[in-house]
């Protein structure tokens, strides 16, 4: 049976990681309608999932003032991607691919813009779905906006890639390793890395 993978976002970026993944042999869904997707996940068993790619939207922010547009980009954009995980959260399966593709940025280029706090926002977001899903080994990423739709699809679809000839996975670093671990696993790991120093 194929896996299911469900994709939201823009339109067009949906439609053509919708393609890849079909083309991969995935049953691909996509939803665009971000304000009904609420009620369209009903129609999803819970762990049903085998994957969730949350691609960015393109915004069109408004405001009086520079501090009310950075509110507006960050609430419609950024903060709502929180949203949108936490209503896909019952669908997921136990062992589902989570891609989190950077990309919200504001139409007007005259609001301030940040991209490693974008990223940041994202890498908390990806955290804060292994902690909902400990102890479950949901492998979540986080990609950049310019990953072709085809290495969405593959990495939505396939495990992580083999370390690198000649390495021991022991030598592989945290960074490397943290889309393979829940977040058990990860806050394990991290705390592991403290040193006391006296």
Avoid: C
Avoid at 66 to 75: A, I, N, P, Q, T
Avoid at 76 to 94: I, N, Q
Avoid at 105 to 119: E, H, K, Y
Avoid at 125 to 132: E, P, Q
């Amino acid at each position: 049976m194929a896996a299911t993978v469900l994709v939201t976002g823009s339109p067009e970026r949906v439609e053509q990681v919708v393609t890849a993944l079909r083309a991969a042999g995935a049953e691909a869904v996509g939803r665009t309608d971000l304000d009904r997707l609420d009620a369209e996940l009903a129609a999803f068993a819970p762990g049903s999932l085998a994957g969730y790619v949350q691609l960015p939207v393109s915004l069109q922010v408004t405001g009086e003032t520079v501090v009310s547009r950075v509110r507006g980009f960050l609430e419609s954009g950024l903060l709502s991607r929180f949203r949108l995980a936490e209503a896909v959260l019952p669908a997921l399966s136990a062992d589902s691919r989570v891609l989190l593709v950077a990309g919200h940025t504001p139409v007007d280029r005259s609001t301030p813009d940040d991209q490693a706090a974008r990223v940041a926002f994202l890498e908390v977001l990806a955290h804060a779905i292994r902690a909902d899903l400990a102890p479950a080994k949901v492998r979540v990423r986080v990609l950049d906006h310019r990953q072709p739709p085809a290495d969405i699809a593959r990495l939505a679809l396939a495990e992580p890639p083999a370390p690198a000839p000649g390495r021991w996975p022991e030598q592989r670093n945290l960074a490397e390793r943290e889309a393979e671990l829940s977040y058990q696993d990860w806050r394990t790991e991290v705390l592991g890395l403290a040193r006391i120093e006296v």
